[in-house]
């Protein structure tokens, strides 16, 4: 069973970068698709960005294109969310996830198994 471990959030201005890390501390992300997801106050759980750990094409949310990018560190089983041009809209707690890849589909709607104890991410204007 993956066990993921998230950090990096924080307080920052409109306009500055952050970057998220999540560590799968048990077992390797390689068979795994993995991404992110987000909560903000009064909403329900968003989808941020996911796609597989071997490679391929990484799904992102519109309000993030652009802005927010996923990226890998094999050795370290380690990944990262890269956040620049961060808004006021974009405060939220963010989760790490992980779960079954799919077969040709997109990952917008995509339910992760396993989830980390997300991270406190507020950009204040």
């Known amino acids: 069973q993956v066990q993921l471990v998230e950090s990096g959030g924080g307080l920052v201005q409109a306009g500055d970068s952050l970057r998220l890390s999540c560590l799968a501390s048990?077992?390797?992300?390689?068979?795994?698709?993995v991404g992110w997801f987000r909560q903000a106050p009064g909403k329900e759980r968003e989808f941020v960005a996911a796609?597989?750990?071997?490679?391929?094409?990484?799904d992102y949310a519109d309000s993030v294109k652009g802005r927010f990018a996923v990226s890998r560190d094999n050795a370290k089983n380690t990944m990262y969310l890269q956040m620049n041009s961060l808004k006021p809209e974009d405060t939220a707690v963010y989760y790490c996830?992980?779960?079954?890849?799919?077969?040709?589909?997109?990952?917008?709607?995509?339910?992760?198994?396993?989830w980390g104890q997300g991270t406190q991410v507020t950009v204040s204007s």
């Open positions: 996830a992980a779960g079954s890849p799919l077969s040709n589909s997109h990952y917008y709607t995509w339910m992760p198994d396993y």
């Open positions: 048990r077992r390797t992300f390689r068979n795994y698709a």
């Open positions: 796609g597989r750990w071997s490679g391929g094409r990484i």
